[in-house]
């Protein structure tokens, strides 16, 4: 079955972590799994470090078997997505019976759906966390009766660390993006692809040489805190301002 994402629709309404809105998705209910094709699946750092933990795969072995690895057009950097299957456009990882086979596991943009977040200046200048509702024809969980509020939603999605993670990398990519036009030499790209998305390769390497900051003490860390540590030393270390000015 293939169900293409026409009629997506964004609420005009820009909703707070306070405001309530009314969603509710089941096992059981008449559009089950309908989301679950033809989806362009881009994972960040922290969705690929908790899928791949899930299955037991490594980096390599996860984008032989589901993903596909590429560089970002406008900002060079490595891009992991997953890829549908050709026959249907299915996720890889639906059943079509019982749902996501990796749903304690499953990325941020599967876990948001149907708001989309963003950030914008309120008028005292200040940074603000909003959301939008995207409405899709297919999705018939809008018309559930079940209001609930914005942060009560992302917390009942186990949102909160994928933000935090994602809100990292996603300071990576506009560094990158307002400095596009300096290419990143391969070297570079080897490292950030190493720091980002290839975890046991960092502690093989650490096991024997130092990585800016990072050294074998870091061997000590759980893969969240080397995450969080590899993911600083890419904005702060590696993107230097100066270096791409
Ligand atoms: S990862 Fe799970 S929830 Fe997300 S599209 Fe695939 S099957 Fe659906
Ligand atoms: S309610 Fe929406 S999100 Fe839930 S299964 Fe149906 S289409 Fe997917």
Not at 144 to 172: A, M, R, T
Request: net charge negative.
């Amino acid at each position: 079955m293939h169900i293409p994402h026409y009629n997506i629709v964004f609420d005009p309404k820009d909703l707070t972590l306070e405001d309530t809105f009314t969603f509710k998705c089941y096992k059981g209910i008449v559009c089950f799994n309908r989301c679950c094709y033809d989806v362009k699946l881009i994972l960040s750092p922290y969705d690929l470090l908790r899928i791949k933990r899930a299955l037991n795969l490594s980096t390599e072995a996860f984008i032989e078997k589901y993903g596909e690895l590429y560089i970002g057009e406008v900002t060079q950097l490595p891009v992991i997505s997953i890829n549908m299957n050709p026959y249907d456009y299915s996720c890889p990882f639906l059943d079509k019976e019982e749902g996501c086979k990796i749903y304690p596991d499953r990325p941020s943009p599967c876990r948001i759906y149907p708001l989309a977040r963003y950030f914008a200046e309120n008028e005292k200048g200040e940074k603000i966390e909003l959301y939008k509702i995207i409405r899709e024809t297919h999705c018939k969980g809008h018309y559930e009766n079940y209001p609930i509020k914005v942060k009560d939603f992302l917390e009942e999605q186990g949102l909160i660390p994928y933000h935090y993670f994602n809100d990292l990398w996603g300071e990576v990519v506009i560094k990158r993006q307002k400095f596009s036009h300096t290419p990143l030499t391969g070297d570079l790209l080897e490292t950030i692809y190493l720091l980002a998305y290839d975890l046991e390769g960092l502690r093989n390497y650490l096991e024997n040489e130092k990585l800016f900051t990072l050294s074998q003490e870091d061997l000590a860390l759980s893969e969240e805190e080397l995450l969080e540590k590899a993911l600083k030393v890419i904005r702060d270390e590696i993107l230097r301002e100066e270096y791409f000015l």
